[in-house]
């Protein structure tokens, strides 16, 4: 979405919301002044033209006021990824064609009332008093939306539903916004692709005119809405790494994390390799603050009771220009605990420490493994450790990653090619390991290995302190008297 559409429809404005507020302590962000919104509303949406004024008929007026009077304010729920694989056997039955399905469901619905374009502002004339009028739109995908009503006559005073339409007519009214006299209306929310209808209800107005109109983002991640603590974002147990986005300046993601068992629970907040995580502030809530997590730094809770609920957000950095497309990488769950871990080389006849320092020597290929848990021994599944080797030392570290995911017991393993060399290094040394002493001719590089997780830093082997293991790449070896 662009800039401008983002600024707007991320600013803070008196008006009813999908979502409730939040108890917790709010992040001190811009505030926006009801003119510069208003500026920003007026450019961001296309002109749609003025209108004739319609009336509800009086069928439609009750099944409304019926679909309001429910008080069923609720968002549509969030379309969460599932977690759990399943299969079922559905015997010579064919699965339907799902985009086929969604065609037809598109072609089949007919809106209650007039079709009107998002992200367009309208204009309604010769409003009266008591005048009901309603229009329809679709989100063709999740969106964050803004529904506005503004820009009214004098001595005007306009209310502004928004419905929600099921498909086959059933109606949810999803929130009002009725402020006193001519002040604008707003309703601010995430939700899901589907039908909608503005219903504005004229308080009081003598041949009166209005706007409205509805800005759409659809530049959302999978986890909205969790803009405040009540509707954050529940990760499941293990230790998760989820990417997301800030769609405005105002826009906060929030996360929760449950530690079942009484585990240590881990987080970390980076960038998608892009140079962007100076845009974002990352905080953990300490039972009665915020607290910052430094840029580069993780945090962990070592001991917690079961059952303790961790929670953290995201929020955009101030003193940094956002862009909506840049994306977070946020770690949370379950700290993790290297529990094994071994790397060996192929058969050669190794180069003793009294001659080069190399504690893993190989000629063609690596096998490696690890096993990894929590901090009360429960397997951590799925997660992916990585080996990092630089064969060949020559000038600044040239890694090369493999990586691997971890199973039901935590365990994963690979193998890695080395290929061949030519060798920087050459040392001949006596051996006896056959029975019978020879004298072996070496070729070989100097290298090192680390084993990193790909989810959380700063476990595995290898630091800041002991950066690697040695490795030495053998290239060829052959027996001299």
């Not at 003119?35 to 409304?64: H, R, Y």
């Not at 209306?185 to 308080?203: C, I, S």
């Not at 700290?335 to 893993?360: C, E, H, K, M």
């Amino acid at each position: 979405m662009k800039s401008k559409k983002a600024f707007m429809l991320g600013a803070a404005m008196a008006a009813s919301c999908f979502v409730s507020a939040f108890a917790l302590a709010e992040p001190t962000l811009p505030k926006l002044s009801a003119q510069t919104l208003k500026q920003a509303v007026d450019k961001a949406l296309q002109p749609g033209g003025t209108l004739e004024t319609t009336q509800v008929s009086d069928a439609l007026k009750q099944k409304l006021n019926a679909a309001k009077a429910g008080k069923s304010k609720a968002p549509a729920s969030q379309a969460a990824p599932s977690n759990v694989a399943v299969d079922a056997k559905v015997g010579e039955l064919k699965k339907p064609d799902q985009a086929q399905l969604k065609q037809a469901a598109i072609a089949a619905f007919t809106p209650l009332f007039p079709t009107l374009d998002i992200n367009t502002l309208y204009t309604l004339t010769g409003v009266e008093t008591g005048a009901q009028i309603a229009y329809h739109f679709n989100l063709p995908k999740n969106a964050r939306v803004q529904v506005q009503l503004l820009n009214q006559s004098a001595g005007t005073d306009m209310s502004l539903t928004l419905f929600h339409d099921d498909g086959q007519g059933n109606l949810t009214a999803l929130g009002t916004s009725d402020n006193t006299g001519n002040a604008d209306e707003y309703l601010n929310g995430v939700l899901q692709a589907g039908d909608y209808y503005w219903f504005m209800v004229a308080n009081t107005a003598s041949d009166a005119q209005f706007s409205f109109g509805v800005a759409v983002d659809s530049n959302i991640d999978a986890f909205e809405p969790n803009d405040t603590a009540q509707t954050a974002f529940a990760l499941p147990d293990g230790l998760n790494q989820v990417m997301g986005n800030l769609d405005s300046v105002n826009d906060v993601d929030y996360f929760d994390f449950t530690s079942l068992r009484g585990q240590g629970v881990g987080m970390f907040l980076g960038d998608d390799g892009a140079g962007t995580r100076n845009q974002w502030i990352f905080e953990r809530f300490d039972g009665n603050k915020w607290v910052e997590i430094l840029q580069g730094s993780t945090s962990t809770y070592p001991n917690l009771t079961p059952g303790y609920t961790v929670k953290v957000r995201v929020r955009a950095n101030p003193a940094v220009a956002l862009n909506p497309q840049a994306k977070y990488t946020l770690s949370l769950g379950s700290a993790p605990r290297l529990d094994q871990y071994d790397v060996n080389g192929d058969n050669v006849v190794r180069i003793p420490s009294s001659v080069f320092q190399l504690a893993t020597q190989a000629a063609r290929s690596l096998s490696w493994s690890t096993r990894w848990s929590d901090s009360t021994g429960e397997p951590l599944r799925g997660i992916t450790p990585v080996l990092r080797v630089d064969k060949r030392f020559s000038g600044p570290y040239n890694w090369v990653n493999y990586e691997a995911k971890t199973g039901i017991t935590g365990a994963a393993s690979g193998n890695v090619d080395l290929g061949t060399c030519s060798g920087d290094n050459h040392a001949v040394y006596p051996d006896s390991g056959s029975g019978q002493t020879y004298n072996w001719d070496t070729w070989f590089n100097e290298g090192g290995w680390r084993i990193e997780l790909k989810e959380f830093p700063g476990v595995g082997v290898g630091g800041n302190i002991s950066q690697y293991v040695s490795l030495g790449h053998i290239c060829s070896q052959r027996i001299v008297r």
